[in-house]
Structure formats: structure tokens, C-alpha cells
């Protein structure tokens, strides 16, 4: 997954949404926050030929603004935005309007 690494650095605001593709629909959610830290962590899953016989994945950790501090895991699925400029800030989106078109994606 192609990141822009200047949106992931320590003290940028971001909104991060995330979804589940389903038979009929998309189940979504969105999560706003300070992005504390950005790094591919392994899993406990073991998984043929990746570094060190292990799965590794994309995580984001983000402080909320209610002082929660959640880790995110990142796919191709996940959208993330930019909202350290007020003025540029994008509205926040009803979570169907987000569906992704995957259906020419390998």
C-alpha cells in the first residue's frame, strides 16, 4: 500500500475510514484523531515466505479526541485524509457515500 509519509507523521491530525466489504454493501467506520505512530508490525499469524515466517501489517496508532488511544490496521480498503488545515478540511461523509469500487482491483 502506497502511503504519503507526510500524512502519517507524529502529531498530524487525520480522519481514517475504514471498511468491510459485505454481499450487499459496505459496513464502514471513521475515526478521527493525532496520529502517534505509523510502522508494519508482525502478527502472531504464521504465514509462508514472509519476513521472518510471519504476517506483517500496516498499523496506525491515533490519540482520539476523547484521550483513547486505538491501533488501526491498514488495507486496501482504508482511507485516510489530511484535517491539520481547517480550511481544507473535507466535510465529514455519511459512510455509504464512501463505498470503494474494487471490482477492478486484483
Known sequence: MALE??????GTR?????????TNGVWSTASEGR????RQ???G???AHAKDDRLWLDR???ELD???ITTLNLDHYTLIEDLTDPSETP???????LELDDRDRP
Open 41 to 43: 508490525a508482525q502478527t
Open 5 to 10: 509519509t507526510s500524512i502519517l507523521d507524529r
Open 14 to 22: 487525520v480522519r481514517v475510514t475504514q471498511q468491510v466489504p459485505q
Open 60 to 62: 496506525l496508532e491515533i
Open 35 to 38: 496520529v502517534l505512530r505509523y
Open 45 to 47: 499469524s504464521w504465514y
Open 66 to 68: 476523547s484521550g483513547e
Open 91 to 97: 466535510a465529514p461523509r455519511n459512510p455509504s457515500e
